[in-house]
């Protein structure tokens, strides 16, 4: 299975083979798991450790008049308690705005509030203990005198500036942006059909099974910080910890073991993990803070609160002439740190209309403050608004034409040999397949059969719907989304791989494991290049003190960069060892290759040495090697995309459901998912991603959704009201592959992780109004519960 | 806090700590023996992540007092995997990578041992039935269904 590893993979008219690359090569990490033995946050146990518990507002926006921690001070166990100017002294606020989203406005945020607090579970207080049930019970000794103040949590209240949040913004706009190609209004007057619809998209969250978590360690004889962080950015954080707590960089150390999911949601800076930090350094000790999962929905990142008018102009004949976008959302009170809640509203103006070829277009997006908890990018950031607003319009449009919907887009869809493109948003495509995806997944999915099916049950009183959703997704960025803003987030990633005596491989990667298999993927990719077999390879990702530096994982860069990253040191680790091996054989390095584990005879792959004696030799007996030869067997190479902001990639979804109009119950029959991420480099793990992608994006369908009352207050902050997926309700899933290999890295592969939450809201949203179309109902508010569908239907 | 002498029998081996009445079993396994295999996921019954075996049935190890199970035998995710109980699912779940994070994946392993104990003859939709007191967030549950239901069938194959 290991042969040759001649790169470039995927060259055009080449015949090598590519190693472990293209392979479905379960991952060598998840053997820890699958024992539970693997390292978590919360199961890391430090001498003298202290637990931080927070005192939240109850309140959604409150005036604290009076905050008396006396008593809890007393309670048994208690360390210290903490307010929030105490913590301001060692922890600076911050203010989350970016200078390439021209305007975007924020108020300064503290690790705890001091005075007011701006939503419902923002801390005001900490408490540390020595155990977490102490400090906890502590909390019910903190006596606190709230004004409550008014709640901003509409967003056209908020948009009318009726009450102002932070006055000393001037409004509750954090940002704003229009885009315009002209010709909009002249293409919609032409037009022989226009269709037009609002969208609304419920706020929900990540729900990762491990919830927030971290454990700061401060060493006052060093002035350091070792800050263990269920993360996905360790760089990003040791730059932050430093700037914000007054410790060099140098001395901070961030250390990402086992993370238990993250979509996203542990990517940015939680206010209570910075006072985790501070107080760790006030105290002189290791700290932890592990939210528990009412803090969870209360303070983890909320996202996809949106409204959105949407029209499109077309043809008689199905010709897509314009788009035309007005978008609101709330991002609660702050916009986030570091990467600002500007951008997920940015992307959905960016992506509308995003898979077709008209020419006009022209959007407004307005980004509100409100009193509910904040949100910011999570798995998808904006997609998922973009695609189901784009999707849910074309289907509109083809339906009232008379066209079917798969016809509507073969008419409209970017042709697959017209790149590169730019899309009137101003994004460049370097090579989509939109066409051949198309024809993908109507092969998978036997489309006519499925029709027919349909036509067949309808008559018998049986309601199901077929949906589409095509989408373009953002992949592999450039510096361009965070970097140009100001932003210490790095786009570039570096990967160290060294030959140990022994012949084994150890890869040091700056992209960081979540679950995704990213570790996986570079023991293929660095067994490939250099040309051992998979079990000789050791990949470590998630410390600070030990990986080159970069930017982590987020965006669905970790394949793309740290993927080429590693396949560059790779090759040049491998010329490195064929130079010890010339040296040590006597012969030209031209006539050797490493096959195996072994150097070999090019030609005739003839073994000539085993990986492990040139190590022996090379680490033990180097006086042996001719005099002035020194032998390199730990190289590192880095790796940033520059052509292009973004490696674009493709998709398409498609969703079979059958509606219950008797009680508005969806149940979902089948899903469907074409994906082009480029080159493939495990086609089980990119499969698994999507999936995991598509059931989250059937959560936000059909069941997600944080529901907050007129007052701010969340109502259902559990697990037990907030509705999940659960395997009983979820379809099987099929997953296709395109391959369109970006030319931009010679490793060819472009991003998977967003695709299936992109698509599938639209996809389904899509299936259920062509299940109710008969019936002259229609669905447009996300999720998509049993009561909005019976309103539809007007049973309810 | 008035603590009471408790004696569990843990992966076979008998267990004495005085705890606190209200110590959940799940707390009890994690902090008092540093048993971190099974994890805390929403401390209210609903996740799954806490799933362990007390007197060979799965309970939720946070709805369950340590007291309660003073003198009974609990089995986790480690004593499982050393007894080479879950191997043919620990095998499954790897190639069919029905993991990611692997943070639910202790919890889903005991409910799918007790599946294939229990139900040897389920289909595709009664895997997806039984095991859906699981939450995963990664998997899309798909990948898990696949290695749960190779399992049944290499049992019904052998």
Redesign the interface.
């Known amino acids: 299975m290991n042969a040759r590893a001649e790169l470039p993979l995927h060259a055009p008219g080449t015949q090598t083979d590519k190693g472990y690359i293209g392979q479905s090569v379960?991952?060598p990490n998840?053997?820890?798991?699958?024992?539970?033995?693997?390292s978590?946050v919360?199961?890391l146990?430090l001498p003298r450790l202290a637990h931080v518990v927070f005192f939240r507002s109850p309140y959604a926006h409150a005036r604290l008049r009076r905050l008396d921690l006396s008593q809890a001070a007393r309670q048994p166990g208690v360390v210290a308690c903490f307010d929030g100017r105490a913590v301001a002294e060692y922890c600076k606020p911050w203010v989350a705005v970016l200078a390439h989203l021209k305007g975007i406005k924020s108020a300064p945020q503290y690790a705890i509030a001091i005075e007011r607090a701006c939503w419902q579970g923002e801390a005001v207080a900490a408490i540390v203990a020595e155990s977490r049930?102490q400090g906890e019970d502590a909390l019910a000794h903190v006596a606190a005198e709230w004004e409550e103040l008014p709640a901003v949590t509409d967003m056209e209240d908020a948009l009318s500036n009726r009450y102002v949040i932070h006055p000393e913004l001037g409004d509750n706009i954090c940002f704003k942006r229009e885009v315009d190609t002209g010709g909009v209004d002249e293409a919609f007057a032409k037009a022989d059909l226009v269709v037009e619809d609002t969208f609304g998209f419920g706020r929900h969250t990540?729900?990762?099974?491990?919830?927030r978590s971290i454990l700061a360690d401060y060493n006052a004889a060093e002035h350091s910080l070792t800050v263990y962080h269920a993360t996905q950015a360790p760089h990003m954080m040791q730059d932050i910890f430093s700037r914000h707590l007054g410790i060099p960089e140098a001395n901070v150390r961030v250390i990402c073991k086992?993370?238990?999911?993250?979509?996203g949601i542990k990517v940015h800076v939680y206010p209570d993990e910075m006072a985790t930090a501070a107080i760790s350094v006030m105290l002189r000790r290791p700290v932890k803070f592990v939210a528990?999962?009412m803090e969870s929905f209360l303070t983890d990142i909320h996202a996809r609160e949106h409204r959105a008018k949407v029209r499109l102009a077309c043809t008689r004949d199905g010709r897509i002439l314009a788009f035309d976008l007005d978008d609101l959302t709330a991002i609660g009170p702050y916009s986030v740190y570091p990467r600002t809640s500007g951008i997920e509203g940015n992307q959905v103006v960016n992506l509308t209309g995003g898979p077709y070829r008209h020419q006009q277009y022209r959007a407004r997006l307005h980004v509100v403050f409100t009193n509910k908890n904040v949100t910011c990018q999570y798995r998808a950031v904006g997609h998922p608004i973009a695609v189901a607003l784009t999707e849910g319009i074309v289907e509109l449009a083809a339906r009232k034409l008379g066209i079917d919907p798969v016809e509507f887009r073969r008419r409209n869809l970017i042709p697959d040999d017209a790149y590169p493109y730019s899309f009137p948003s101003g994004i460049k495509f370097e090579r989509l397949s939109h066409h051949k995806s198309l024809d993908k997944l109507l092969e998978l999915m036997d489309y006519p059969a499925l029709r027919a099916e349909q036509a067949a049950l309808r008559a018998r009183g049986v309601h199901r719907g077929i949906g589409f959703a095509a989408l373009i997704e953002v992949t592999g960025p450039s510096p361009a989304f965070y970097g140009v803003g100001g932003a210490r987030i790095s786009a570039q990633d570096g990967a160290t791989l060294r030959l140990e005596p022994t012949g084994m491989i150890t890869c040091m990667c700056s992209v960081t494991e979540?679950?995704?298999?990213t570790e996986g993927i570079f023991a293929q990719i660095a067994a490939s290049a250099v040309g051992v077999t998979m079990e000789k390879v050791r990949v470590l990702t998630g410390d600070t003190g030990v990986t080159p530096y970069g930017g982590g994982t987020w965006a669905s860069r970790g394949a793309a960069i740290g993927g080429e990253a590693v396949l560059q040191a790779g090759r040049a680790l491998r010329s490195n060892i064929l130079d010890v091996a010339a040296a040590i054989l006597g012969l030209d390095k031209a006539e050797l290759d490493i096959v195996a584990n072994e150097v070999v005879n090019k030609l005739t792959l003839e073994p000539k040495l085993p990986l492990a004696e040139l190590g022996r030799i090379a680490y033990f007996r180097p006086d042996t090697l001719p005099p002035k030869f020194q032998s390199e067997l730990t190289v590192t190479r880095h790796y940033t995309p520059r052509e292009y902001g973004f490696s674009f990639t493709n998709g398409i979804h498609a969703s079979y459901v059958e509606v219950d109009v008797d009680t508005g119950f969806v149940r979902l029959l089948k899903h469907w998912a074409v994906d082009d991420s480029g080159t493939v480099i495990n086609p089980?793990?990119v499969d698994?991603q999507v999936?995991?992608?598509?059931?989250?994006g059937i959560g936000a369908a059909l069941f997600e959704e944080c529901v907050y009352d007129e007052n701010g207050q969340l109502l259902n902050g559990?697990?037990?009201d907030y509705l999940?997926?659960?395997?009983?309700?979820?379809p099987?899933?099929v997953v296709g592959h395109v391959e369109t290999p970006t030319r931009q890295s010679e490793l060819g592969a472009k991003g998977a992780g967003e695709a299936?939450t992109a698509g599938a809201p639209g996809a389904v949203m899509n299936a259920i109004n062509d299940a109710l179309a008969p019936l002259g109902a229609r669905v447009t508010v996300q999720p998509f519960t049993p009561e909005r569908i019976l309103k539809a239907l007007g049973k309810v | 806090m008035d603590t009471i002498e408790t004696t569990i029998i843990v992966n076979g081996t008998p267990v004495t700590r005085r705890v606190a009445p209200r110590r959940h079993l799940i707390d009890f396994l994690r902090e008092d023996v540093g048993l971190t295999g099974s994890h805390v996921g929403c401390e209210h019954g609903v996740c799954g992540a806490c799933t362990v075996r007390v007197d060979g049935e799965i309970v939720r190890g946070c709805l369950m007092l340590a007291v309660q199970a003073n003198g009974r035998k609990v089995d986790t995710i480690e004593g499982l995997s050393d007894s080479g109980e879950l191997a043919a699912l620990q095998q499954a779940f790897h190639q069919h990578n029905a993991l990611q994070c692997g943070f639910c994946t202790p919890g889903m392993l005991l409910a799918a041992q007790d599946l294939v104990r229990t139900h040897p003859a389920a289909s595709r939709e009664e895997i997806r039935a039984f095991m859906s007191g699981n939450y995963c967030r990664c998997t899309g549950y798909h990948a898990i269904v696949d290695a749960v239901e190779a399992v049944l069938d290499a049992r019904r194959a052998a």
């Open positions: 379960p991952r998840a053997k820890r798991m699958l024992q539970g033995r693997g978590f919360d199961d146990r049930e990540g729900v990762c099974l491990e919830t086992d993370v238990g999911g993250s979509y528990d999962r979540q679950g995704q298999g089980m793990l698994e999936r995991g992608g598509v059931v989250q559990t697990m037990a999940v997926p659960m395997s009983g309700e979820m099987d899933i299936g």
